[in-house]
C-alpha cells in the first residue's frame, strides 16, 4: 500500500506565498519522478512542474520563475515553492510519483490534492 499526502494550501493574496510538501510513504523500493499538476474549475489537469530522482527540472511556462519543485529523496518528499502567485494559480494541486513498490512492479501515485486560492 502506498499513499502520498499533500499539505500546504489555502488562501492567499495575489503576490503571495505558499509552500506545498507531498510525503510517500508504505511499501516504496524508489521513487523516480515527483511531479506536480494542478486542475482549475473547468479545466484540465495540467502539469506544473517536475523533477526527476537526480533533480533535473521541468516548469510550465506560466510558472517558470515563480515556481520552485525540489525533493528530499531521504524523505520520500517533495515540495513546490509557489512565489508571485496570482489569481490564475488558483486550483486543486496535485502531487504524483512515478514509483517502484517492494513488489518491484513500477505504477504511478497520486495525492489527494490541496486547495491553492488565490484572491484579494
Known amino acids: 500500500q502506498v499513499q502520498l499526502v499533500e499539505s500546504g494550501g489555502g488562501l492567499v493574496q495575489p503576490g503571495g506565498s505558499l509552500r506545498l510538501s507531498c510525503a510517500a510513504s508504505?511499501?516504496?523500493?524508489?521513487?523516480?519522478?515527483m511531479g506536480w499538476y494542478r486542475q482549475a474549475p473547468g479545466k484540465q489537469r495540467e502539469l506544473v512542474a517536475v523533477?526527476?530522482?537526480?533533480?533535473?527540472?521541468n516548469y510550465a511556462d506560466s510558472v517558470k520563475g515563480r515556481f520552485t519543485i525540489s525533493r528530499d529523496n531521504a524523505k520520500n518528499t517533495v515540495y513546490l515553492q509557489m512565489n508571485s502567485l496570482k489569481p490564475e494559480d488558483t486550483a486543486v494541486y496535485f502531487c504524483?510519483?512515478?514509483?517502484?513498490?517492494?513488489?518491484?512492479?513500477?505504477?504511478?501515485?497520486w495525492g489527494q490534492g490541496t486547495q491553492v486560492t488565490v484572491s484579494s
Open positions: 504524483n510519483a512515478a514509483l517502484q513498490s517492494l513488489n518491484r512492479r513500477w505504477s504511478v501515485y
Open positions: 508504505g511499501s516504496i523500493f524508489s521513487i523516480n519522478d
Open positions: 523533477i526527476t530522482r537526480g533533480g533535473s527540472t
